[in-house]
């Protein structure tokens, strides 16, 4: 996906990064060792989400009841995600913005369809 960088504090540090109008607080993996990326710069990034699992099955299961698929900031590059479970093995949840890959493991197939609520600990921008 295409990312504009608004503004960053350096590699692995704090990024602002622009995708349709919307701004994100990323880690910035766009930039190299030493040497920042341009503001106003548009990159091709894949956006990677780090996710700690410290949630219960009942507060991802419950947590999405209005059936979002987005991702909403919660606290510097911390996000809640919400989306719907696409498939299994691996399991993928579809964010909207994003695609979350094996954040929750089952082979349940009820899963399939299933609105979940999963905490982003960390998202990181990732240049290709």
Known sequence: MK???IET???GLKAVIEIDGRRLNVMDDISLPGKSAESGTEFDIEL???CLGDQTWDEMFKGNPEKKMDIEPLNGWKYMAFGKIAQINPVIV???ILKLRDVIH???DWCIGKYVAININRLDAIAR
Do not use: H
């Open 3 to 5: 990312a504009t960088l």
């Open 9 to 11: 504090e350096g590699y």
């Open 48 to 50: 990677s989400p780090m």
């Open 94 to 96: 579809d964010c909207g």
């Open 106 to 108: 089952t082979r349940d």
